[in-house]
């Protein structure tokens, strides 16, 4: 069974820095295309960014409003992905999701920038 | 970047309804497109991918057609459980945007 489990959420100050995690399970990690994506409260879905399989590159691409501040990265070895936030703004108060594929998300795990 | 738009932004329907949602693309997409349901603080569950391929397990009161900008996700008769927001993802190319949802009730 496909699982994807997200953690590192929580609450940071305007101009803070969190880092997200994804830890997969239950298919070939390593010859993923994992992406996240978010919703603020409330609001849609945007989507935030994917990263390659290695194999393929392992290049990265972003919604134009995290270019510059978020970078997401991956390790193989424990079949999990990460986002890495800075300079975080109010606007990306939301909850984040990872996926694996089009049909496997995660449960997906709370950001809020506060002061 | 492609922009995804859906209509209606809402609607009410009673069980038993036939529901149309469509969704427009700025640009040709071909077939690559995604139709997901979302319900309150779920993650979004994958109904129809590549505009009309229902995904495993999805009942076949839901279908899904068009090509190139226009697309439609039909519910051909509405159930009390298909109470949600329904998204449209193109996935044609980077950014994979969503269109802004529609979201469903019963009358």
């Known amino acids: 069974e496909v699982q994807l489990v997200e953690s590192g959420g929580g609450l940071v100050k305007p101009g803070g820095s969190l880092r997200l995690s994804c830890a997969a399970s239950g298919f070939t990690f390593k010859n993923s295309w994992p992406s996240w994506a978010r919703q603020a409260p409330g609001k849609g879905l945007e989507w935030v960014g994917r990263?390659?399989?290695?194999?393929?590159?392992?290049?990265?691409d972003y919604a134009a409003p995290v270019i510059g501040r978020f970078t997401i990265s991956r390790d193989d070895s424990k079949n999990t992905v990460y986002l890495q936030m800075n300079n975080l703004q109010i606007e990306d108060s939301a909850v984040y999701y990872c996926y694996s594929s089009h049909s496997d998300w995660g449960q997906g795990t709370l950001v809020t920038v506060s002061s | 970047d492609i922009q995804m738009t859906q209509s209606p932004s809402s609607l009410s329907a009673s069980v038993g309804d036939r529901v149309t949602i469509t969704c427009q693309a700025s640009q040709d997409i071909t077939t690559s497109l995604n139709w997901y349901q979302q319900k309150p603080g779920k993650a979004p569950k994958l109904l129809i991918h590549?505009?009309?391929n229902l995904q495993t397990g999805v009942p076949s009161r839901f279908s899904g057609s068009g090509s190139g900008t226009d697309f439609t996700l039909t519910i051909s008769s509405l159930q009390p459980e298909d109470i949600a927001t329904y998204y449209c993802?193109?996935?044609?190319?980077?950014?994979?945007?969503f269109g802004p949802g529609t979201k469903v009730d019963i009358k």
């Open positions: 993802q193109q996935y044609d190319s980077v950014p994979r945007t």
């Open positions: 990263i390659k399989s290695i194999t393929d590159g392992g290049t990265t």
């Open positions: 590549d505009a009309f």
